[in-house]
């Protein structure tokens, strides 16, 4: 992003974004409080915050993550909201707090969110994306490309039970 903040919009527009996100975030199951931010974050364009209990949770949606689903080469909005409710579902489940604060590992809360994000889209592409970046984290975390590969479906394939 080459600009310090967003272009101007109006306020019905503003509104739309809101709603857009709102549904988008219900459809993938998120509990909690929803809002639009039109500014540019250092997020990735939304970010969770974990409230006293889950009606209490924050979901925010800032201008890059519409500007980012405007990309057809990026993540859509879909797919950065359905990772963001993934934080939530990690944050939120005991089993999964417990496989985070256990030994350590490779498994961070990014890469779970990423999966998790996965099962709560509808779409392929989105799906085939937060998978994608789950990989693509655990290489970061020092993992071959063939093992990044195994563990993302072998914690897929353990959360479709799971959850």
Request: net charge negative; proline share 3%; hydrophobic share 40%.
């Given at each position: 992003?080459?600009?310090?903040?967003?272009?101007?919009?109006?306020?019905?527009?503003?509104?739309?974004?809101?709603?857009?996100?709102?549904?988008?975030?219900?459809?993938?199951?998120f509990?909690?409080?929803?809002?639009?931010?039109?500014?540019?974050?250092?997020?990735?364009?939304?970010?969770?915050?974990?409230?006293?209990?889950?009606?209490?949770?924050?979901?925010?949606?800032?201008?890059?993550?519409?500007?980012?689903?405007?990309?057809p080469?990026?993540?859509?909005?879909?797919?950065?909201?359905?990772?963001?409710?993934?934080?939530?579902v990690?944050?939120?489940?005991?089993?999964?707090?417990?496989?985070?604060?256990?030994?350590?590992?490779?498994?961070?809360?990014?890469?779970?969110?990423?999966?998790?994000?996965?099962?709560?889209?509808?779409?392929?592409?989105?799906?085939?994306?937060?998978?994608?970046?789950?990989?693509?984290?655990?290489?970061?975390?020092?993992?071959?490309?063939?093992?990044?590969?195994?563990?993302?479906?072998?914690?897929?394939?353990?959360?479709?039970?799971?959850?």
């Open positions: 992003m080459s600009q310090h903040q967003p272009e101007p919009i109006s306020a019905a527009e503003n509104r739309a974004r809101l709603r857009r996100a709102r549904a988008i975030a219900r459809r993938t199951g509990n909690g409080r929803v809002e639009y931010r039109h500014v540019f974050s250092t997020s990735g364009g939304a970010q969770y915050g974990l409230g006293l209990g889950p009606i209490a949770d924050l979901l925010i949606v800032y201008a890059d993550a519409f500007q980012r689903d405007a990309d080469d990026d993540f859509s909005l879909e797919a950065i909201i359905a990772h963001e409710r993934g934080h939530q990690v944050c939120r489940h005991p089993r999964l707090q417990a496989v985070l604060s256990g030994s350590p590992s490779v498994v961070s809360e990014e890469i779970l969110a990423s999966v998790v994000g996965s099962l709560v889209t509808d779409s392929a592409d989105d799906r085939e994306s937060l998978l994608l970046k789950a990989m693509a984290d655990a290489v970061q975390c020092g993992m071959k490309l063939e093992e990044a590969a195994r563990l993302v479906w072998q914690i897929r394939n353990h959360l479709e039970i799971l959850l």
